[in-house]
């Protein structure tokens, strides 16, 4: 049982535009950052999104948002090589430890 | 370019100890948060441990007491001594220069660890 729940999975068209969601509590998520990645084929993760600020590199069809205990990255525009695992993660001050969320299966349809 | 490369991972029996590295280049490990996060096969991410600037360190709960995560300096090398290995230890481990405690911005290639009698 991961300390942040994510969608299991969550499809789109191409064009489309998702929102994938990460929800937890006023120790972590309301908190601290989240940060967003995502993951093709169990290959490396790769960082696309700190708070609402975008790495260089991530195409600004990217966003980041938190309201309360709930972050989210939304992908406006949806393309094909945006299928993929996305993960979120983030501090908790009452485990003094990072968490992550279970990952959401996005599917580009 | 900022980056890190882990090496280090093997097949190990259950009990068996181990030591990961993580060299990076492009910045000095000791300016900034290092973390491992690792994913067992067919599994999502987990944190594993992370050293700060000043040198504190925490641990997650699954290996807390067992592994132990360093860095030197000298080298520009973070590590994570791994004791007492247990088979759900196995996984890809990554090395991973964070943006603070949040989270990571740039990722090793991953090393296997593969603990099997």
């Known amino acids: 049982q991961s300390a942040l729940t994510q969608e299991a999975s969550v499809s789109g068209t191409v064009g489309q535009k998702v929102t994938l969601s990460c929800t937890g509590n006023?120790?972590?998520?309301?908190?601290?950052?989240v940060v967003w990645y995502k993951q093709t084929s169990h290959g490396a993760p790769k960082t696309v999104m700190f708070?609402?600020s975008l790495p260089s590199g991530i195409p600004d069809r990217f966003s980041g948002s938190k309201s309360g205990t709930v972050a989210s990255l939304t992908i406006s525009g949806l393309q094909p090589e945006d299928e993929a695992d996305y993960y979120c993660?983030?501090?908790?001050?009452?485990?003094?430890?990072?968490?992550f969320g279970g990952g959401t299966e996005l599917t580009v349809l | 370019e900022e980056q890190v490369v882990e090496t280090g991972g093997a097949l190990i029996q259950p009990g068996g100890s181990l030591r990961l590295s993580c060299a990076a280049s492009?910045?000095?490990?000791?300016?900034?948060?290092m973390s491992w996060v690792r994913q067992a096969p067919g599994k999502g991410l987990e944190w594993v441990s992370i050293?700060?600037?000043?040198?504190?360190?925490y641990y997650g709960d699954s290996v807390k007491g067992r592994f132990s995560i360093s860095r030197d300096t000298s080298k520009n090398t973070i590590y994570l001594q791994m004791n007492a290995l247990r088979a759900e230890d196995t996984a890809v481990y990554y090395c991973?220069?964070?943006?603070?405690?949040?989270?990571?911005?740039?990722w090793g290639q991953g090393t296997l660890v593969t603990v099997s009698s």
């Open positions: 991973a220069r964070d943006v603070g405690r949040s989270g990571s911005h740039y």
């Open positions: 492009g910045f000095t490990v000791s300016s900034k948060y």
């Open positions: 050293i700060y600037i000043s040198g504190e360190r």
């Open positions: 006023s120790n972590n998520v309301g908190s601290f950052v």
């Open positions: 708070g609402d």
């Open positions: 993660s983030t501090w908790d001050n009452s485990l003094s430890a990072r968490v």
